[in-house]
């Protein structure tokens, strides 16, 4: 099972809205990542874990946290976005990040997100 | 990790090799070429990855010139699911990969390769 889920697959919010996007795999990968993506653009990188611990935060701004609770799961929490944060969120996953197995990235199909 | 260039588009007709092309005329010794692809509205997916040596699996084949400034990736015979962005990555993997040992996938822009009928 090379799967990755994603929810939702939509997401409409207010400025003033908390809202969570969630992710999750059970292919026992111990290296999980949060991309953005705007519309007809590469995605970019915003976070990694690694063994549930935040490694890389590319300057996002503090309105996006995110949070490993266990092994299997990611969320994106967020708080006061803007119209410019409207994007497809999207989450991935690998066996970790030495490098010593194979380090391919599976992705979820992302959450739409729009940002009123 | 080194820069790629990808033409922007490319055209294929169904059942036909695609070949798409990559320079990355920067590429160190230890940086690697991985190829993924985003079919509309999905997540990008793993197409294939090498060194210095040519690859092949399932899906495609990669051929890297010796000098390895340059590659190619091969879909042998492509069908209208192959439709999608394509993207070619340059990055360095494993315990000396720049510090932080991160597998972080700098995307750029990509070929959109579109399969006709």
């Known amino acids: 099972d090379t799967e990755v889920t994603q929810t939702p697959k939509h997401l409409v919010m207010g400025m003033t809205n908390k809202k969570s996007l969630k992710c999750e795999q059970h292919?026992?990968?111990?290296?999980m990542y949060w991309y953005k993506q705007k519309a007809k653009k590469p995605p970019e990188l915003m976070f990694v874990?690694?063994?549930?611990?935040?490694?890389i935060n590319e300057s996002v701004p503090s309105r996006f946290s995110p949070e490993c609770p266990n092994s299997s799961l990611l969320n994106l929490h967020l708080h006061a976005l803007q119209p410019e944060d409207s994007a497809l969120y999207l989450c991935?996953?690998?066996?970790?990040?030495?490098?010593?197995?194979?380090?391919?990235?599976?992705f979820g199909p992302g959450t739409r997100l729009t940002v009123l | 990790d080194a820069k790629t260039t990808q033409p922007t588009s490319m055209d294929c007709a169904e059942g036909r090799a695609a070949n798409l092309p990559c320079n990355h005329s920067?590429?160190?010794?230890?940086?690697?070429v991985y190829w993924y692809r985003q079919i509309h509205s999905q997540g990008p997916q793993y197409i294939i990855h090498?060194?210095?040596n040519n690859e092949t699996n399932e899906m495609a084949s990669l051929i890297i010139t010796e000098d390895r400034k340059s590659s190619t990736l091969i879909l042998p015979h492509a069908t209208l699911r192959d439709t999608a962005v394509y993207y070619c990555?340059?990055?360095?993997?494993?315990?000396?990969?720049?510090?932080?040992?991160?597998?972080?996938?700098?995307f750029g822009q990509g070929t959109i390769l579109t399969v006709h009928p």
């Open positions: 991935a996953s690998s066996h970790d990040l030495s490098g010593r197995l194979t380090d391919t990235q599976y």
């Open positions: 292919m026992g990968h111990r290296a």
């Open positions: 874990y690694s063994y549930e611990k935040l490694s």
């Open positions: 920067t590429i160190s010794g230890n940086e690697y």
């Open positions: 090498g060194l210095k």
């Open positions: 990555i340059v990055r360095r993997r494993g315990p000396n990969a720049g510090g932080t040992s991160y597998g972080k996938l700098t």
